[in-house]
């Protein structure tokens, strides 16, 4: 059983994850004022402390402990940490991001330091941004000088302030999502004092804001955490440590794209070209903006450059790459400038156009080029002071192999596609969910249960990463559990909603996906169905299409080109394969609203 502590942004996210698994867990936090919606989780309420926790834990058979909990919870932290300790219990702390530490703001261990800077450099009027039980750790300060705090809105909030004895003319409340220029502008404070709370605790807002109006901010540091704590900054790092720590958690495993293990591989070979200090795991930022942590397998030094190799991990998604190995070589050219890709062994050349790469480029797809070349830059920024002859404008040549790469892309559409001599480097999340297997139908039956389960009216389906970005925006008012990722079951995924009883269903589809299920393939995977020319050019006269444009389909290699080879002039052609898509669907979704959004590569939705 996992016990999850919560009652943040993060607990939340923590739930979204667990509830995944459709088995219970539980979910604890301090009071019950913190509202969590749970469909799996058992709920805890009332603070825990060590003795309490060690009885619970060892009564509930507790393998596993989530800090999803405040930074600035250290009580909690620290019984965790001791219980944790004792009772032999991982603990993985989801964490927040936090920006790094800005010259220009002043930054301190501890209040009672804060406060012996205020009271040297006779600060007065201090607007206190760091809540409502921070009250008695600023009292020495208050009780002398003009102070405002700014807290939540409700009584257990201003049942603090009555204890501690502040005034309450000086209390100002604080609503979610406001802009806090006005309200500096209005009191004019000579210092804001703030938490190290990171982004999801709105510090990077106060910071700018107060900076624009050259109001100084004192910043207390976040109290570091227990160096046996197992950190993960967002959802898809956390589900990775729970399959790692609790294998039967989940039924399915997810993975990592090849672009991700190629960013990694580089990320290593460049860190141990500038130093000389071999990795064995790198962080990186995924396109979402959340970090993970990636095993690097092996490196090798030679003269003036490194390589890096990591083990390709597709979770259960029955993945040709699963398991091989991912390799990147790098070496300093100061004959240009910036980042430039080259083919290694296994990885393939593109050769015809309409793919991510241009005619003569290696296969490496615009998204993993885009993670290499940000790791890259900031691998310089954080090497500046060790490195001072380094710099942005450095040159840097990354070569990608796959050993085994040409061999196995005999088993895939490159060849057809015109990418010869190996595989491609892809990914647009970064993750691999395992799509092709009866048991992600059942994870997408679960996800749809929670969804129901939420009191969801819509429900939202869509491919992947990319198209659930653009179709989020439709729906901005949507539970993040209503949004489902139908991978290539779009036919079981309709059918699931249908049986469940929801009355609007959005899909959400990007071309690729769309002419296959146009022509009636409700199942899309690009192993067992494959775009069929001869029914587009066919769409293409019934959409009264010029003979160029249909020679052009004729001669076309990824669907996507479709975008660039029809006019304006005849969108009608769009019209018709989202009409075909509609009488597929509609007949699995006959009792409810069925919207199709065709989504192109800018994210413009055509309906």
């Not at 220029?181 to 106060?206: D, H, Q, R, Y």
């Not at 790692?244 to 190629?262: H, I, S, V």
Request: charged share 25%; glycine share 8%; hydrophobic share 40%.
């Amino acid at each position: 059983m996992i016990l999850v502590f919560g009652g943040t942004t993060e607990g939340r996210k923590a739930i979204s994850v667990c509830d995944e698994a459709a088995k219970p867990y539980y979910y604890a936090t301090k009071g019950d004022l913190q509202k969590v919606e749970t469909v799996h989780g058992i709920r805890l309420t009332g603070a825990m402390d060590q003795d309490s926790m060690v009885s619970f834990c060892k009564e509930e058979d507790i393998k596993l402990i989530i800090d999803a909990a405040h930074p600035f919870a250290e009580a909690l932290h620290q019984n965790i940490a001791t219980v944790s300790h004792n009772l032999n219990i991982p603990v993985i702390r989801l964490e927040r991001n936090y920006s790094e530490h800005e010259d220009n703001l002043l930054w301190f261990d501890s209040y009672n330091d804060a406060i012996g800077y205020l009271e040297n450099n006779k600060v007065d009027n201090l607007l206190a941004l760091t809540g409502v039980n921070t009250i008695s750790k600023l009292k020495p300060y208050w009780e002398k000088h003009t102070c405002w705090f700014r807290i939540l809105d409700r009584e257990e909030s201003r049942s603090i302030v009555t204890k501690e004895g502040f005034p309450f003319e000086r209390i100002l409340y604080y609503n979610q999502g406001e802009d806090e220029a006005p309200l500096f502008e209005e009191l004019k404070p000579k210092a804001i004092i703030t938490k190290e709370s990171g982004e999801s605790g709105g510090f990077n807002e106060k910071i700018k804001a107060a900076q624009k109006l050259n109001i100084p901010v004192l910043v207390v540091k976040r109290p570091t955490l227990s160096p046996f704590f197992i950190s993960v900054y967002g959802e898809n790092g956390l589900r990775k440590q729970i399959e790692k720590l609790l294998p039967d958690f989940f039924e399915l495993k997810t993975g990592y794209t090849t672009g991700t293990c190629a960013t990694a591989a580089t990320k290593a070979a460049l860190i141990t070209l500038l130093t000389g200090e071999e990795q064995t795991d790198v962080s990186l930022t995924l396109p979402n903006g959340e970090w993970v942590r990636i095993p690097i397998h092996s490196t090798r030094v030679d003269d003036n450059k490194v390589s890096s190799t990591v083990l390709k991990d597709s979770g259960d998604d029955p993945d040709i790459t699963n398991g091989q190995e991912i390799v990147s070589t790098v070496c300093l050219n100061n004959s240009h400038k910036g980042v430039r890709f080259l083919q290694g062994k296994g990885v393939g050349k593109v050769t015809l156009p309409g793919l991510d790469a241009a005619i003569g480029e290696p296969s490496i797809n615009k998204t993993p080029r885009m993670m290499m070349k940000r790791e890259v830059f900031k691998v310089f920024r954080h090497l500046q002071d060790r490195l001072p002859g380094m710099n942005l404008k450095t040159g840097v040549d990354i070569t990608i192999s796959v050993p085994n790469g040409e061999e196995l892309a005999l088993k895939t559409f490159n060849p057809k596609l015109g990418i010869v001599g190996g595989i491609s480097i892809i990914g647009t999340s970064g993750i691999v969910k395992p799509f092709s297997s009866e048991a992600f139908v059942a994870s997408i039956h679960r996800e749809m249960q929670v969804a129901k389960a939420l009191n969801c009216e819509r429900v939202v389906i869509n491919s992947g990463a990319k198209s659930e970005r653009y179709v989020k925006a439709q729906y901005p008012d949507l539970p993040s559990q209503a949004f489902i990722h139908y991978g290539n079951f779009i036919g079981e995924t309709i059918k699931i909603a249908a049986d469940l009883g929801f009355k609007k269903l959005t899909l959400g589809i990007m071309i690729g996906k769309a002419v296959k299920l146009a022509e009636g393939s409700l199942e899309t995977h690009s192993k067992k169905i494959v775009m069929n020319k001869e029914f587009l050019m066919e769409m293409a006269r019934q959409s009264d299409c010029s003979e160029d444009t249909i020679k052009s389909i004729s001669e076309m290699i990824m669907a996507r080109q479709l975008w660039e080879i029809i006019t304006e002039k005849e969108s009608a052609f769009f019209d018709l394969i989202i009409h075909n898509c509609y009488k597929v669907c509609s007949p699995l979704f006959p009792d409810g609203e069925l919207v199709i959004f065709l989504i192109d590569e800018e994210g413009k939705m055509l309906r």
